[in-house]
């Protein structure tokens, strides 16, 4: 206190400088830790905001240095400074620790005085310029924005302008700017919601409808269920109620048939009184006046019903020599009779003269029966795929399997049929001919002949050993599907779409008969072994059974729901076995024509079915492309999976350690 101090006083300045420490600067004012601590307390009133004002309100300061005298102690009064946050510890009067202190205790009451809170890393603002440049770049105003940049740098380098006076763009441009990108964002959203609204609403619609037409669909099913569970109701009572009626037919039926019988034996022993008058003239040519064959057989039933007591005089039977008639004038009507019988008599000369072959009376018995009896060896049913045989370009219809020799007979869509050697599969033999798609084909019994049935409408037989066509059958209206030999050889039927079957004759080359009776397209027919009875099945959902003599159908079975599309016998003939286009394959007893056993593996069709040698085991062709065995004996099925698409034809080996399949592919497989 004694000596003079050195102090700082703050006095206003006329002069514009840039602030305090910048006029101590130039008025020599060495730097010392006094100019650090009142550098710092100013940046914190700067920073609090009130003194800054002040001073752009007063004008600039400056230092100036004073000196001030000792005086005496009792003379000055001292002011008492609050200790409490500016106080400096004793034993630690270092200035630059002070300095430091009062910067953090300041810094703190600015905290707590604004509350401010602490900025988070966002982005730093975009300067004025930096936003006058993007702005023209963005509206694509070159020319303003290169005298733009040319003229602010000027002013820039000249010391006219400075940076920190125009300071950063203000903030709501920038919100504005965000708020604008973030409605054009929410805009694009909304047009993409409403579109999917729109399209919600659409298929919402479309299911709507869709559902009250499924909904009507069903109450409609529902109604005509009930309506055929009544027709149904009332067909079986109108059923129960025509049975006695039926049986009362029955009776009435048999009893006609035993009058059939004696009227008959009438007819004969009437037959036998003429034939007796005219031998007993040996000169006259005896003929029956004023009395015919029917009027004998019905003077003969009215004789055997009289009573005894009434009295019948029969017409008189008178015989005219044969002179007597060649002199009776004959008038037009006799006349044209007796040039009908001519030329009946003449036809009947030419058509003995042609080769027609008879059907065999004394038929050998089926060699098979004795073969089945002797087989008692269990069926096979392991088949493996073991080879695969590319023949055909188009599906394959039919296989067969020569009865003597290791090569088997394929034919297809293709127009061609081909011999083939076993167990190469090499083609030996190929034949062309056809002008459409082979359907079936049949070998000889003796297996030096082929037969093939065409959808040309036409029937050929073949001559394996040269492969050319030797007769072509023509009398069918549509496809045929189907063809068989007798086992005479002298006899081929075929069935055609055209609703009718035919037997040719190969030796008068002509068709000795047409089997009428089916409703719809006859798809396969197949005789009896060693006999003269065919088999034919239809689409009309019934098999026939014919006999070949006469044409006549003997007996049709009925049981299939759909489309019959193969039949074939047993190599015993005993049972018969049909599929249809669902899938069921029927069992029939031929002796009894009673079904035996139906077995469904549906519901892809059937396409055809075969028996093995020893008739113990059945196969069937299905359309989904798996072959099905069936035997008989335990009633297990076996599937072969191996086709790609449907298989259409299959057969066994002679010896049956072998199975051929043909497929829509054109593929014939071989299965071991």
């Known amino acids: 206190m004694g000596s003079p101090a050195s102090a700082f006083e703050v006095a206003p300045g006329d002069g514009v400088g840039s602030g305090p420490v910048l006029m101590a600067s130039q008025q020599g004012v060495p730097t010392s830790p006094l100019r650090v601590l009142e550098e710092a307390l100013g940046m914190n009133l700067t920073a609090a905001g009130e003194t800054a004002d002040a001073v752009a309100a007063e004008g600039a300061y400056y230092l100036e240095q004073v000196t001030i005298t000792e005086a005496s102690e009792d003379d000055y009064e001292y002011e008492e400074i609050a200790d409490d946050n500016f106080s400096i ?21 600015q905290i707590l005085e604004e509350k401010t809170v602490l900025p988070s890393n966002n982005l730093a603002p975009e300067v004025i310029e930096d936003f006058l440049c993007n702005f023209l770049i963005k509206m694509g105003m070159t020319r303003t924005l290169d005298c733009f940049q040319s003229e602010w740098y000027e002013l820039i380098q000249k010391g006219v302008t400075e940076l920190k006076d125009f300071g950063n763009v203000p903030d709501v441009y920038t919100q504005n700017m965000l708020l604008e990108s973030d409605i054009k964002n929410l805009k694009k959203d909304l047009k993409h919601y409403k579109q999917a609204a729109d399209k919600a609403r659409e298929d919402l619609l479309k299911t709507q409808k869709e559902r009250d037409f499924h909904r009507m669909h069903h109450k409609r099913i529902v109604q005509e269920k009930n309506k055929l569970i009544n027709d149904l109701k009332g067909l079986k009572l109108h059923y129960a109620s025509y049975e006695p009626t039926i049986r009362v037919l029955h009776e009435k039926h048999h009893a006609l048939l035993k009058q059939k019988m004696l009227t008959s034996l009438q007819r004969d022993k009437a037959v036998e009184q003429v034939c007796w008058l005219r031998g007993s003239r040996s000169d006259c040519t005896p003929i029956t006046a004023g009395i015919s064959r029917a009027q004998i057989s019905r003077h003969s039933a009215t004789s055997r019903h009289m009573e005894p007591q009434q009295s019948y005089h029969s017409p008189e039977i008178r015989v005219v020599p044969s002179c007597e008639k060649e002199n009776t004038p004959e008038g037009p009507p006799q006349k044209g009779l007796h040039e009908a019988k001519e030329q009946n008599k003449s036809k009947t000369k030419i058509k003995n003269n042609t080769k027609d072959s008879e059907f065999p009376t004394d038929m050998k018995s089926n060699p098979n029966l004795y073969l089945c009896k002797e087989n008692n060896c269990p069926a096979k049913l392991d088949y493996k795929l073991n080879n695969i045989f590319r023949l055909h370009e188009l599906p394959v219809s039919c296989i067969v399997v020569h009865p003597c020799k290791d090569i088997l007979v394929s034919c297809g869509e293709d127009h061609l049929w081909k011999v083939v050697g076993l167990p190469r599969g090499n083609v030996l033999l190929t034949g062309f001919g056809h002008t459409d798609w082979l359907s079936n084909c049949c070998l000889h019994p003796s297996g030096n002949k082929l037969a093939t049935s065409s959808g040309d409408t036409t029937v050929k037989l073949w001559d394996l050993s040269k492969g050319n066509c030797i007769l072509t059958f023509e009398g069918h209206y549509h496809a045929v599907w189907s063809c068989a030999w007798h086992s005479s050889g002298d006899f081929v039927a075929s069935s055609s779409l055209d609703t009718t079957s035919k037997i040719w004759d190969v030796n008068s080359e002509r068709c000795r008969c047409t089997l009428y009776g089916h409703k719809d397209s006859v798809n396969s027919i197949e005789f009896f072994p060693c006999s003269n009875t065919l088999l034919t099945s239809s689409a009309d959902k019934s098999l026939s059974v014919w006999d070949a003599r006469t044409g006549k159908c003997e007996q049709s079975l009925y049981g299939h729901m ?3 599309n193969d039949a074939t016998f047993t190599p015993r003939g005993h049972i018969i076995a049909s599929c249809d286009s669902c899938g069921v394959t029927k069992l029939w007893d031929f002796r009894k024509l009673l079904p035996i056993v139906s077995i469904d593996v549906g519901p892809s069709p059937g396409n055809e079915v075969n028996f093995d040698s020893s008739g113990r085991v059945l196969a069937q062709a299905s359309g989904n492309g798996v072959i099905h065995l069936l035997d008989l004996k335990s009633g297990q099925i076996h599937k072969l ?12 080996s002679r010896d049956g350690e072998n199975l051929f399949s043909g497929g829509s592919d054109g593929t014939v497989r071989m299965w071991s």
């Open 89 to 109: 510890p004793e034993g630690e009067e270092d200035l630059a620790k002070a300095i430091q202190i009062v910067q953090e205790q300041a810094t703190d009451t």
């Open 562 to 564: 759909h489309s019959i």
């Open 641 to 652: 999976v191996g086709h790609e698409n449907e298989a259409h034809t299959v057969v066994f």
